[in-house]
């Protein structure tokens, strides 16, 4: 008898690690308990992409969204929801500012303006059955591609659909195969997945390998056959040990199925994948340095050309994709390049996915076509700015990228557009700040982090980054001058040319970007010493208004240096020679009482 | 498990679409089952599992079945609303295993009312001498 009801656990690493796996076999137990293991189908899912409001369970058909479950909840659920049709009130996801739970996923403002290709499968099938991944259509695309399709179709396809690259460049992705398979006479040729994500704050490629791994072993696949190779690589860094895991398990099933090893599906196409582990730097997402890093090497980026397609792992023709790149390909071949094409916009079609972090209501794993605007993401899907704040800029493209303002909010988002504003689509971090947030603060931020992870092999690089770095800081403390900034643009120009790889050339992009949009920000940390945002320690002070001050002596409780003093119910003061500007006491006074200048 | 080929890999693939298919809930018709105590103690299971086993029957993929507390109708249990494209909105009541496959090969399929079963009346025109 087939299931009438599904019980869906998000067991992306999110929900995962705050008791998911409980929470999953209390549902079993729960739906043993009533007798019903026989209708109702408890799954555990990869991540829903709504990870903040975790541990998310979700209840089919009826499409209720609970949130915030706990393990206690599991048999209330089962009994109330599945068992008696009452949904729980109490559990259920309300947006923001509304009194009422939506008791449909459909209507709820996060998911309306999303459109899941990548994720198609991430919180819907079980990513540790390859079963389900083959009852939505999987490893089909492969079964075609290798009955019916020659490599130059496959090729011809990915060109119609206009699918670019996703892990930052947005290179046309056919054209890369194109390369690869058009060298002869090589023995040897190798595809290579990108599972390396080492953008700050992005996880969609590590939530698109938890939740459908599948999709990229068949992608792998469809890749090697299409430019002849027999084996491929799934570059991970060891931090991210549940997809390592659910990876190895997908292998395993899909070899033991015949989909991966020799004589595929019955064919005389063989493929199998290893998977090696790297250790976090952020330069080995770089693709030579990747490259070199499988090899056995250090992973340090080369020269190109060569150019990987051509001469890549150990001097083979290498094709090496991110991973949202090609959980797209089987979808393209299953339902045609011209499919794909219509969606999203002329010059990027079909979606992004994007990490939406920040001071927005909603963040989470979002996918959305290509074209949106970032109203749209920051104000639908996001819910809008938290607190009731300001929106100040968003992030975008991590440490190459920049920030854009509230007058390109309505810009229609793709890689061409991104660029134009000085920004860059990257791998898709999406970082929404407020009033509260000083550019200065987070464009260091970025800075501090490219000078980290700089391999140090090319000097404008290692050199220009920290001195950069040394600049936004002086800047910070108040003590740079109008000359730093020209330094900027020489120290800018100099690294764009002369680097080595493209942590270097594009290290100097977050400055460039608010040089341009928060110019008047950066001069008044110049000229008047002043940081608008409050941010910059040693530009703002803290003070009591006397007139306000009621004397609840809260703040002086709450330094962490002692150094307010005041008689209760009397006037309180700060000793600005011991205070070390937390702002502990202007986030606890209740008065608006303490000053930030 | 023996290596596929790809007609197994097909075959494999109709026999588990059909359930991955249910947990899609982006369909055009609905069939939604009270559910409350009051339904499941009329017989509403049965209605369901007969809803469930037409449904496969008749290859219909574009049908989500749904259960929900009860409607307030207790004396006409099991009732069951059915939502679809070119129909007008219709509960049907005392719903038991004939008239759920009735109204799969009748409502559904045949775009016709099962009228001596409709519950809320949609309009006078449509029931009877239609
Ligand atoms: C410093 C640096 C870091 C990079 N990190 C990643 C990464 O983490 N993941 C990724 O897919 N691509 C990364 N890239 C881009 C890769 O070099 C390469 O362009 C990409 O993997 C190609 O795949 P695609 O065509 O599918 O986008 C990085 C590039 C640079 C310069
Ligand atoms: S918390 Fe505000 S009102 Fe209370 S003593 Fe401190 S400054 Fe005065
Ligand atoms: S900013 Fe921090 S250290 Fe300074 S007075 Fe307020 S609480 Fe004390
Ligand atoms: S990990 Fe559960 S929703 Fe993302
Ligand atoms: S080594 Fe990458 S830019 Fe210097």
Redesign the pocket.
Known sequence: MAYKSFILVCAGTGCHSNMGEEIYNELVKAVEAHNISQDVQVVKTGCFGFCEQGPIVKILPEEAFYVKVTPDDAPELVAEHVVKGRQVDRLLYKEPGMEKASNKIDDMGFYQKQFRIVLRNCGFINPEDIDEYIGRNGYQSLGKVLTELSPDDVIEELKKSGLR???????P?WM?LSFSKGVTGVDQKYVVC?A????PGAYM?RSTLEGDPHSIIEAMAINAYTIGADKGFIYIRAEYPLAIERLEVAMKQARDYGLLGDNILGTDFSFDIEIRLGAGA??C???TA?ISSIEGKRGVPTPRPPFPPVKGLWGKPTC????E??ANIPVIIEKGGDWFKKIGTEKTSGTKVFALTGKVNNSGLIEVPMGTTLREIIFDIGGGIKDGKKFKAAQTGGP?GGVITEEHLDTPIDFDNLVALGSMMG?GGLIVMDEDDCIVDVTKFYLDFSVDESCGKCSPCRIGGRKLYDILDKISKGSATAEDVDKIDAIAEAMKKASL???GQ?TPNPVLSILHYFRDELFSHINEKVCPAGKCKDLVSFSIDAEKCIGCTLCARKCPVNCISGAKRQAHEIDQSQCVKCGECFTVCKFDAVVKA | MAKLNLDDLKKMRDEKRREMNRRDTDKSIEIIIGMGTCGIAAGAKEAFDAFVTAIDASNLDDVMIKQTGCMGFCANEPTVEVRMPEMPDTIYNNVDATIAERIVKEHILEQKMVSEYVFDKPSVDIVDGQ
């Open positions: 690259g996703r892990g930052g460049a947005g290179f992705s890369k990108n390396d994500e080492g953008d490629d952020f330069v997402g770089e693709e990747l090496v994709n991110n991973v790149t090609l190459s791998s790889c493209g942590l594009t």
